[in-house]
């Protein structure tokens, strides 16, 4: 069975801490997808990683992909109550399809 | 540019009443894809259509129909409406390539009765 795993499936951090959100797929994708979703709304694009060893940084998030692994990992550095949100990652099923499994996500609450 | 859209944003159905829920994109994107999410889950892709005229099965197409005759809409059809398909109901598009992320419409939440 084709799985997308994310964890943890909660978090909740104070400011200014760091912490890592990890993504594990047993698909053979060699590309992944990071989304954020705020409550009640639809889904944005965070960043997208197209090869092994891809690291791609915006503000404070971080993305890497290590597809000999299958891990992805989301690093948050110096949290700020603006990125709570639940975080969801994303692979093809199989290299050059377009069959998309999303994790169940990764609900981050930031402390004050 | 609109982006994504989709209407309506809320739907009540009875058991076995069928609908069109409506999507459309003004980004001359190829690829066009439904999913649906429910509650403390992921999305899961129910179809996905790859250009105009070509449409495919996702994870979970079961009593969903859809079609792609413009590049632009991409309608999906519930035949049979169950409340096993109540839902929120997310369309995406992109260019298609595999480097390409998705664009998400607002959603369309589906309550059947």
């Known amino acids: 069975e084709l799985k997308v795993e994310q964890n943890p499936l909660f978090l909740s951090m104070q400011e200014g801490k760091n912490y890592t959100i990890y993504c594990n797929y047993s698909t053979t994708s060699d590309r992944l997808y990071w989304y954020r979703q705020d409550p009640g709304k639809s889904l944005e694009s965070l960043f997208v990683?197209?090869?092994?060893?891809a690291v791609k940084q915006e503000g404070r998030l971080m993305a890497s992909l290590d597809t000999k692994a299958r891990l992805s990992t989301l690093h948050i550095t110096a949290a700020v109550h603006d990125l709570s949100a639940t975080y969801f990652c994303a692979v093809d099923m199989a290299s050059g399809t377009y069959k998309y499994i999303f994790g169940t996500g990764t609900r981050l609450k930031v402390l004050a | 540019n609109a982006g994504v859209t989709q209407t309506p944003k809320f739907q009540v159905l009875k058991t076995g009443q069928s609908m069109t829920l409506q999507c459309a994109q003004d980004?001359?994107?190829?690829?066009m894809s439904w999913y649906r999410q429910d509650p403390g889950m992921g999305l899961r892709l129910i179809h996905y259509s790859v250009g105009a005229g070509i449409t495919d099965q996702g994870e979970v197409p079961n009593g969903y129909n859809v079609s792609r005759s413009t590049t632009e809409d991409f309608p999906l059809r519930l035949l049979s409406a169950a409340p096993s398909q109540t839902s929120v109901y997310f369309c995406?598009?992109?260019?298609?390539?595999?480097?390409?992320?998705?664009?998400f419409g607002p959603g369309t939440r589906l309550l059947v009765l």
């Open positions: 995406a598009s992109s260019f298609g390539a595999y480097q390409e992320t998705q664009y």
């Open positions: 990683l197209l090869s092994n060893g």
């Open positions: 980004m001359n994107h190829e690829y």
